[in-house]
């Protein structure tokens, strides 16, 4: 099948800085898209809510694993682009089942509500700490920030490295690498790799020093977690924590800063909040729905041919489920175009769907529901301060700039 012509708008800088008119235009020509990715990978599009909710649960048909199913990476005929790279770790987000399920049933047991929701105070005052840090600038920063790279990156790695146990002097270098290997367009795709060996290389000499000293943080709850006499093996712990990291990072920083400029594009709906604040879970749930932190889910893989209307993928082949896209077809939101709080709406895919649902939501929502009211709280009179911009990305939807002002304290 030939590509489809509004294909080639993808990934383009005003795709970059706004995907929807695109996705809207592929929603209506066609269920399925063959695309080519930055960097020259080859694969198919799904954009209809529909289409992608079935593909997620569908896992007879399709497979996570990349180098047991994709036949052009078996054949080495596939570029290592960033969307390579993230396929490469040995985690639950690239295994199949029964292995996910096992994984997953491992995992689970660090990752406990009760260990969610004991974050809270801390998130809570670290968001506090970096605000008052705003709001305690001066010169010609004061009243000025970047809200994407001096809060949104900041609380999110503070959060999930005090959850693994890693050194606040770590932090920052961590985070750079996570946003390299996320960051998976054309030019990145040695950087991607580069970071991905870093962050790997990092974990497992972690991993080393808690066997040594134990403790009571994610990481020795991963490294102590048994499943009927089955543990994680060294591989797998690294690929774990590593998948942690980087979705503990990633997705949340996205979050936060879509939904405060989603707020501040439709103050209408902010007023709304300020009137009846209990609305704010629901404001978090809107903001993933029009404006997630994943535009496209990680790839899966066709194990036999799949018809789609009247196009049949053949086996082997990747497909991307774009979320994004999916989250505002009208067929399943009515006016899903509208950033709309009152929706009352939480079937969106911004996290995934199926035994693929990401581990991490419940963390990324408390961090957004606790720390985006706060912003709105402390920076009085909060205005953009220029025009955002966003990092290329074939998988997140990620704000790299978010230039806002704001009013300082009297005297």
């Known amino acids: 099948m030939a590509s489809c012509p509004h294909a080639t708008a993808l990934f383009t800088p005003e795709f970059v800085a706004d995907p929807y008119p695109v996705y809207a235009t592929l929603r209506e020509e066609g269920r399925t898209h063959r695309v080519t990715l930055p960097g020259g990978v080859e694969a198919w599009l799904l954009t ?20 047991g199913t994709w036949t052009a990476f078996q054949e080495q005929r596939v570029p290592v682009t960033g969307d390579v790279v993230i396929g490469m770790g040995d985690s639950m987000l ?47 920063r004061a009243g000025h920030a970047d809200l ?46 580069a970071a991905f060996q870093e962050v790997h290389g990092y974990l497992g000499d972690l991993v080393k020093r808690k066997r040594e000293r134990g403790g009571d943080d994610l990481t020795s709850a991963l490294i102590d977690a048994r499943d009927q006499s089955d543990r994680l093996t060294e591989e797998e712990l690294v690929s774990m924590l590593a998948l942690l990291l980087s979705a503990g990072h990633e997705t949340t ?34 903001a993933l729905r029009w404006d997630g932190p994943i535009q496209n889910a990680i790839w899966r893989f066709t194990r036999v041919p799949v018809t789609i209307g009247d196009v049949t993928i053949p086996a082997g082949e990747a497909v991307a489920l774009s979320v994004a896209a999916a989250d505002r077809d009208p067929a399943h939101f009515l ?18 769907h199926g035994i693929h649902h ?3 939501a419940p963390l990324a929502r408390l961090e957004a529901r606790t720390a985006v009211p706060l ?37």
Request: overall charge negative; hydrophobic content about 40%.
């Open 48 to 67: 209809r809510y529909e289409d992608c909710r079935r593909a997620f649960l569908d896992n007879d048909s399709y497979s996570k694993d990349m180098a």
């Open 94 to 140: 690239v295994s199949d089942q029964p292995r996910h399920t096992r994984l997953r049933a491992l995992v689970s047991k660090g990752f406990t509500p009760r260990r969610i929701e004991a974050l809270a105070p801390d998130i809570e005052e670290t968001a506090v700490r970096l605000l008052d840090d705003l709001l305690e600038r001066d010169g010609d």
């Open 148 to 193: 994407t790279t001096e809060f949104a990156a900041l609380l999110p790695m503070e959060v999930i490295r005090h959850m693994l146990d890693v050194p606040a002097e770590d932090g920052e270098r961590l985070r750079r690498a996570v946003e390299a290997v996320m960051s998976n367009d054309e030019d990145s795709r040695d950087a991607a790799m």
């Open 253 to 286: 920083v996205n979050l936060l800063g879509s939904t405060v400029l989603a707020l501040l594009r439709h103050p209408d709906q902010l007023d709304l909040l300020r009137r009846e604040p209990d609305r704010w879970p629901a404001a978090v749930e809107e």
């Open 335 to 352: 006016k899903g175009e509208e950033f709309d709080i009152t929706r009352g709406e939480r079937s969106h895919m911004a996290f995934g």
């Open 358 to 360: 990401c581990l991490g």
């Open 375 to 411: 912003i709105f709280e402390k920076l009085s009179g909060l205005r953009l301060d220029g025009e955002p911009a966003y990092r290329p990305s074939t998988v997140s939807r990620a704000l790299s700039s978010l230039p806002v002002a704001f009013g300082t304290p009297a005297g």
